[in-house]
């Protein structure tokens, strides 16, 4: 695994221009680096991370199982208790997942190390779908890159199957708060691509800011036309919902939900000790625990504490000999902690690179990176491309 300088392609205004991004003329794209990537050999791809990535998530199911026979679980992860038979049914009728990334610390040496799993409303999908692979394909074009790369990108092709096989009869509806994000935001660019999909799949679609929509008579969901929502993906994490005004409609609603509302203990930080007390010592995973277990001391002197519920990189802190190195904002904790083992990110020459490696339908599809200047990995980090290379 090596990080290679490149320089920026001689028409990217043109081509943000192409795919709907800003261009700066002094910084490019704002959130990407057009002149860096990350080179990996197909092994590295296939054993380091493609079979992790396999392996993690049947661990997963395993919990899943775990978790539905068991409600002192969910009271761990701090769900709500009217969703838990919802959740618990979810599970147990198999209802069918989209998409999700599991991102890694991982040097091209040791094992590829599990930070969390963005199971339920992963970004940067577009990015890492398309973009880096028009990246791809034009640097190679114009010979900036060495003859033979590859990329670990079929994210497209396996969400457009993906929807296709979901078998929807009518109208599949896609939401996010558009009152929150404009049509340069992560949210808005992320389900506005997932229905293209769909659309390319055959389906018909029908998108929609979550404020929009209503509720009948009869306790459905209804869109701005007085149709009945029947499948709804929403770019919104279950906790949020769980906390809403309209979380009382949402068991009574008969809507299919994407992502499914196990996806709510996949997405939970409360996963990661779930996953160390079933399979401790496994080496792709990091010694992870509740906060105040007592199981928690034999941590090493350093470790990371965590929110059950932050996003973005918001609310974590690294501890080392009791005190406070680094931590990141937010308005998460209230909920309560983890504290996981601290295993660094790699440092290329002051990049910190964590590794997104994107499933669909439960079967690995693409890698992303994005990497920042810092140890916690926020929404400031930068997009890199990367090539498979022998």
Known sequence: MQRISIPQRPDLEQVAAEHGYDFKVDNGIPYWNDTAYYKFSLDQIENDLEAPVREIEGMCYEVLDRASADETLL???????????????????????????????????????????NADTPTA???????????????????????????????????????????????????????????????????????????????????????????DPNGKFTDLEDFQIETLFKLYPWEWIMEEEFSK??????????????????????????????????????????????????????????????????NIEIVAQTKLQKQTDGPYGAEGYIVQEFHSLPDFDGFFPVLGCWVVAGQPAGLGIREGRSLITTEEAHFVPHVILD
């Not at 979810?90 to 989209?98: A, M, N, V």
């Not at 497209?156 to 096989?165: N, T, Y």
């Not at 010694?287 to 929110?307: C, I, M, N, Q, W």
């Open 75 to 117: 009271q761990c992860l701090k769900i709500p208790q009217q969703f838990w038979d919802f959740i618990a049914d979810s599970w147990r009728q198999k209802d069918k997942d989209l998409y999700g990334r599991l991102d890694f610390s991982y040097d091209g040496q040791g094992p590829a190390k599990l930070y969390e799993y």
């Open 125 to 215: 999908l577009y990015e890492t779908a398309i973009f880096q692979w028009d990246w791809l394909c034009e640097n190679s074009r114009i010979g900036a890159l060495p003859e033979g790369c590859d990329q670990f990108a079929e994210i497209h092709e396996d969400l457009v199957e993906a929807f296709a096989g979901l078998e929807i009869p009518n109208r599949m509806h896609f939401a996010c708060m558009w009152d929150i994000a404009d049509d340069k935001d992560d949210d808005r660019g992320t389900v506005d691509y997932l229905e293209e999909c769909a659309i390319e799949a055959g389906l018909e679609t029908c998108s929609l800011s979550l404020t929009d929509i209503g509720v």
């Open 249 to 314: 409609f949402v068991i009574g609603s008969d809507a299919q939900f994407f992502e499914p509302p196990w996806k709510a203990i996949l997405s939970n930080k409360g996963l990661l000790p779930l996953l160390w007390e079933m399979f401790e010592g496994h080496p792709n995973l990091i010694p992870s625990y509740f906060e105040g277990d007592a199981k928690a001391s034999t941590l090493s002197h350093k470790f990371v504490r965590k929110p059950l519920f932050s996003r973005r990189g918001q």
